[in-house]
């Protein structure tokens, strides 16, 4: 027999059916707590890829210019003085052959070990190498020693340099909240800017000395400060949880055995998108090494002048990156990184156009149109590059596809000397390759899937 409830026993029984079904005061304190929690270790992720990312190119830059200025006298001497100049740059160098070896060594330690392992380790290769650079004797002091240990350094900077940025980028991805993978995967770029601020500033005023103390012992300076940064960074990093993106795989005894080997093998569509974005890393060096020679020997413009217009160019593109980032998490990635690299493209020539007057106000407004649009592409590409790989090897496909793409960088300053033409107009090749590099990314990024919106467990089985 049925029994029809109604009145006051129907409305009881509905009433605590209701407090049955909600949520209890505990459960949502402890999914709010959870949620807190989660949140604080995405923002402690993205500071840490933040110190990591500018403690990399702090000492980049200040290998750059120590091996313009410094380098050659101090461990080359007895080959003179272009042979000096020339076997310090070609140390310079050797880092861009050692990143893809690093790359394979990390990301294989990140996706079998952790994320946060590997980038501690990346972290402390780095600094140790820089300070004990800065500690290195001169060539007169030990002789022949001295260069092979610089070489040696050097190439220990390129190993680190080639699994930091795909670590910092996979951890802070994976750790950060929906809808803002994006801004907060940005934030190692934004370290890489500051990074190369910090060390130009280091060694503009380390020039600032006596060339005699500057070559004996002021050009040690910058690079010793390399240790109280790198412990910053340090803390910070080891106060990061590992990532549950990592924890899953890793529960699931679904590591890869030879990483590399499974990106090769089934990953190699995304692999190759990857490479073709990253020569959009081309732009960086075309503008900041070869316009810097072309505008000092063509132009006759200071050295002085262009530098600091790169500097003020790279403060800019430091307020237009996050918002960048911010913007492909609202309409995707492709989009924004895509247009970047046509954008860039274009700008090129009214960029060298500007490089060939010499004239500082227009070189300074060529380097904000430059830094403007291209850092659209550092601020999509952080999230965008690590979305294009699940987790089993997410680090090892993004460190890989970089530095493969980041070595025809590392040449194109050389390739550019030489397919230039004579007199301010000879920028015209260079231009139309440096072009060419960005049209090749723009391509690639709009054959990817985009991803802004696709959950972090789907990516991660994909």
Same mark, same amino acid.
């Given at each position: 027999m049925n029994t029809q409830l109604s009145g006051p026993d129907e409305e009881l029984v509905s009433s605590?059916?209701?407090?049955?079904?909600?949520?209890?005061?505990?459960?949502?304190?402890?999914?709010?707590?959870?949620?807190?929690?989660?949140?604080?270790?995405?923002?402690?992720a993205a500071m840490s890829a933040f110190l990591g990312s500018l403690v990399e190119y702090y000492d980049f830059v200040l290998f750059a210019t120590a091996a313009a200025l410094v380098f050659g006298?101090?461990?080359?001497?007895?080959?003179?003085?272009?042979?000096?100049?020339?076997?310090?740059?070609?140390?310079?160098?050797?880092?861009?052959?050692?990143?893809?070896?690093?790359?394979?060594?990390?990301?294989?330690?990140g996706d079998k070990l952790g994320r946060k392992r590997a980038l501690v380790w990346s972290l402390n290769l780095m600094g140790i190498a820089t300070v004990l650079i800065g500690l290195l004797p001169s060539y007169q002091t030990i002789g022949v020693a001295a260069p092979i240990l610089l070489v040696a350094l050097r190439l220990a900077q390129g190993l680190s340099a080639g699994g930091e940025q795909a670590g910092s980028n996979?951890?802070?991805?994976?750790?950060?909240?929906?809808?803002?993978?994006?801004?907060y995967a940005s934030w190692t770029m934004q370290g890489t800017a500051l990074g190369t601020l910090l060390g130009s500033v280091a060694f503009i005023l380390a020039t600032s000395m006596d060339k005699s103390v500057l070559l004996d012992w002021g050009w040690r300076i910058p690079f010793l400060i390399a240790a109280p940064l790198m412990l910053v960074a340090l803390y910070v990093r080891k106060g990061v949880t590992e990532t549950e993106s990592f924890n899953a795989v890793k529960s699931a005894h679904d590591t890869a055995k030879v990483p590399a080997v499974v990106v090769f093998r089934h990953h190699w569509p995304?692999?190759?998108? @990857?490479?073709?974005?990253?020569? %959009? &890393? !081309?732009?960086?060096?075309?503008?900041?090494?070869?316009? /810097?020679? #072309?505008?000092?020997?063509?132009t006759g413009m200071p050295a002085s002048q262009f530098l600091l217009a790169s500097?003020?160019?790279?403060?800019?593109?430091?307020?237009?990156?996050?918002?960048?980032?911010?913007?492909?998490?609202?309409?995707?990635?492709?989009?924004?990184?895509?247009?970047?690299?046509?954008?860039?493209?274009? @700008?090129?020539?009214?960029?060298? %156009? &500007? !490089?060939?007057?010499?004239?500082?106000?227009?070189?300074? /407004?060529? #380097?904000?149109?430059?830094?403007?649009?291209?850092?659209?592409?550092?601020?999509?590409?952080?999230?965008?590059?690590?979305?294009?790989?699940?987790?089993?090897?997410?680090?090892?496909?993004?460190?890989?596809?970089?530095?493969?793409?980041?070595?025809l960088a590392g040449f194109a300053p050389a390739i550019e000397t030489a397919i230039q033409g004579e007199g301010t107009s000879g920028w015209l090749p260079v231009a139309v390759f440096a072009a060419v590099c960005g049209l090749v990314a723009a391509i690639a990024a709009l054959s990817a899937k985009e991803t802004h919106n696709v959950a972090v467990k789907d990516l991660d089985a994909s």
């Open positions: 605590n059916a209701a407090v049955a079904s909600a949520p209890s005061a505990g459960s949502v304190a402890r999914t709010s707590a959870a949620n807190g929690a989660g949140n604080r270790m995405a923002k402690r006298p101090v461990f080359f001497a007895p080959l003179g003085t272009v042979g000096a100049l020339l076997a310090s740059l070609g140390t310079f160098g050797v880092a861009y052959i050692a990143r893809p070896i690093g790359a394979v060594l990390f990301g294989t330690f996979s951890l802070t991805m994976e750790h950060a909240p929906a809808g803002k993978r994006g801004l995304a692999l190759l998108r @990857v490479i073709g974005c990253s020569l %959009m &890393a !081309v732009g960086g060096t075309t503008a900041t090494v070869y316009a /810097l020679s #072309f505008a000092t020997s063509r500097t003020l160019g790279a403060v800019f593109s430091l307020v237009t990156l996050p918002l960048w980032a911010w913007l492909s998490d609202r309409i995707g990635r492709r989009p924004v990184f895509a247009g970047s690299a046509i954008l860039t493209a274009i @700008v090129w020539f009214p960029f060298f %156009m &500007a !490089v060939s007057t010499g004239n500082f106000v227009l070189v300074l /407004l060529a #380097f904000i149109a430059f830094m403007g649009v291209g850092s659209a592409a550092n601020g999509a590409g952080a999230s965008f590059f690590t979305e294009m790989f699940p987790a089993r090897v997410r680090y090892t496909g993004v460190a890989i596809g970089t530095q493969l793409g980041f070595m």
